[in-house]
Nanobody, 127 residues
Framework: VQLQASGGGSVQPGGTLRLSCTAS????????VAWFRRAPGKEREAVSC??????????FYADSVKGRFTLSRDNAKNTAILEMRSLTPEDTAVYYC???????????????????WGQGTLVTVSS
């Protein structure tokens, strides 16, 4: 069972990046998936989450990324994709994906809800 995060890199302010979280050993489409990030000197925070376990899709977006970031699934590739647009230097962070088969009563925005974690991928936004 493994999650592989990829797609990080360096981009100028206003640019776009797509992060991918690919699962192996399980079907990611059956899991709630989240992206967290940890910026230098800051606490880890939830960026975006999706949960389909109740038969309909629930999404969470941090206020700071609403309207700019979009989380989606590509079940054929066993992947969750975070498209990040209009990036700012404040988006600079290490981004982590996480998954859990059924979050139950756990908050989608809480790291403790998730049982599988990918390695981080660094996003740097600077001019």
């Amino acid at each position: 069972v493994q999650l592989q995060a990829s797609g990080g890199g360096s981009v100028q302010p206003g640019g776009t990046l797509r992060l991918s979280c690919t699962a192996s050993g399980f079907s990611l489409g059956d899991y709630a998936v989240a992206w967290f990030r940890r910026a230098p000197g800051k606490e880890r925070e939830a960026v975006s989450c999706i949960d389909d376990s109740d038969g309909y899709s629930q999404y969470f977006y941090a206020d700071s990324v609403k309207g700019r970031f979009t989380l989606s699934r590509d079940n054929a590739k066993n992947t969750a994709i975070l498209e990040m647009r209009s990036l700012t230097p404040e988006d600079t962070a290490v981004y982590y994906c996480a998954a859990v088969p059924n979050p139950g009563d756990g908050s989608l925005a809480q790291a403790g809800t998730y049982v599988y974690w990918g390695q981080g991928t660094l996003v740097t936004v600077s001019s």
